[in-house]
């Protein structure tokens, strides 16, 4: 199984940009479909972006679709995330996560990932 480690979150002002980091140990990362998730204090855990083992193709939650841009580099063992135009609806505890191998690619449903890390805390002001 991987193991993640999320950072990069930190608190920015609406309109800004963040780039979050997910650094992945174990032998299986550059084959694993990875994707991003986020969870605000009171609702659920929701489908950002995922992307592909090789990196050739990636799909998006609506709402983040245009400003969201995930990406990956399997030299160095890393899965990253580019938010332009961020609002104040997009604070959230980010999380990166492994698709099972069982699971389909296009899955948006964090039932379909493990290999869950910690998060980063991400906090966009008005």
């Known amino acids: 199984q991987v193991q993640l480690v999320e950072s990069g979150g930190g608190l920015v002002q609406a309109g800004g940009s963040l780039r979050l980091s997910c650094a992945a140990s174990?032998?299986?990362?550059?084959?694993?479909?990875m994707a991003w998730f986020r969870q605000a204090p009171g609702k659920e855990r929701e489908f950002v972006a995922a992307?592909?083992?090789?990196?050739?193709?990636?799909y998006y939650a609506d709402s983040v679709k245009g400003r969201f841009t995930i990406s990956r580099d399997n030299a160095k063992n890393a899965v990253y995330l580019q938010m332009n135009s961020l609002k104040p609806e997009d604070t959230a505890n980010y999380y990166c996560?492994?698709?099972?191998?069982?699971?389909?690619?296009?899955?948006?449903?964090?039932?379909?990932?493990?290999?869950w890390g910690q998060g980063t805390q991400v906090n966009v002001s008005s």
């Open positions: 996560a492994a698709l099972r191998r069982v699971s389909p690619f296009g899955s948006r449903w964090d039932g379909d990932f493990n290999s």
């Open positions: 174990g032998r299986t990362f550059s084959t694993n479909t």
């Open positions: 992307i592909s083992w090789r990196g050739d193709s990636t």
